[in-house]
T-cell receptor
Framework: DAGVIQSPRHEVTEMGQEVTLRCKPI?????LFWYRQTMMRGLELLIY????????DSGMPEDRFSAKMPNASFSTLKIQPSEPRDSAVYFC??????????????FGEGSWLTVV | TQLLEQSPQFLSIQEGENLTVYCNSS?????LQWYRQEPGEGPVLLVT?????EVKKLKRLTFQFGDARKDSSLHITAAQPGDTGLYLC???????????FGQGTILTVHP
């Protein structure tokens, strides 16, 4: 079975440009998460969706960041305009059930973003 | 504010040694998970612990959840170079399972 698929794997862009990261969750999963990982701050939850609806976007750093999930098999995270401090690895993850005792979350391989 | 504090941040040991990684919080969690992440990949779930005092074993790895469900530990016996990676603990504070991650422990096992 295919796991969580992210694209692009690597992106280098200039400051001020728009960046769009894409994610295809595992089929049948009803939760989708966007995380950002840096050495300084570790793994941070940016936003998550349940059944395509954004539930908690309190981790989104500022208005330059936006995320959408138009259907159950696709999500985007957009940064406009991008800044050097946005350089990080962005992970998409999905899970299929909300257990009483916790999710099993499956991560993609990440999108490595460098803003110069 | 970091809800989950992991220690140590870095650990460099020789093959065959034992080690313990700690994950501490002042908050109570409904469940706690441990992940391992290798370079260039996303984190992969190792185990979920849900009951205070619970101990789970996965080959040479032993996971323990504190009685008060505020802390956890990961113990590796006879570490091998293949154990090298970033180990992350993550806690869920509600039944819907939103996870908060610790900063991670970078483990290097030298042959």
């Amino acid at each position: 079975d295919a796991g969580v698929i992210q694209s692009p794997r690597h992106e280098v862009t200039e400051m001020g440009q728009e960046v769009t990261l894409r994610c295809k969750p595992i089929s049948g999963h009803d939760y989708l998460f966007w995380y950002r990982q840096t050495m300084m701050r570790g793994l941070e939850l940016l936003i998550y969706f349940n059944n395509n609806v954004p539930i908690d976007d309190s981790g989104m750093p500022e208005d330059r960041f936006s995320a959408k999930m138009p259907n159950a098999s696709f999500s985007t995270l957009k940064i406009q305009p991008s800044e050097p401090r946005d350089s990080a690895v962005y992970f998409c993850a999905s899970s299929f059930v909300v257990w009483r005792s916790g999710n099993t979350i499956y991560f993609g391989e990440g999108s490595w973003l460098t803003v110069v | 504010t970091q809800l989950l504090e992991q220690s140590p941040q870095f650990l460099s040991i020789q093959e065959g040694e034992n080690l313990t990684v700690y994950c501490n919080s002042s908050s109570v969690f409904s469940s706690l998970q441990w992940y391992r992440q290798e370079p260039g990949e996303g984190p992969v779930l190792l185990v979920t612990v849900v009951t205070g005092g619970e101990v789970k074993k996965l080959k040479r790895l032993t996971f323990q959840f504190g009685d008060a469900r505020k802390d956890s530990s990961l113990h590796i016996t006879a570490a091998q170079p293949g154990d090298t990676g970033l180990y992350l603990c993550a806690g869920a504070r509600a039944s819907y399972g939103k996870l908060t991650f610790g900063q991670g422990t970078i483990l290097t096992v030298h042959p």
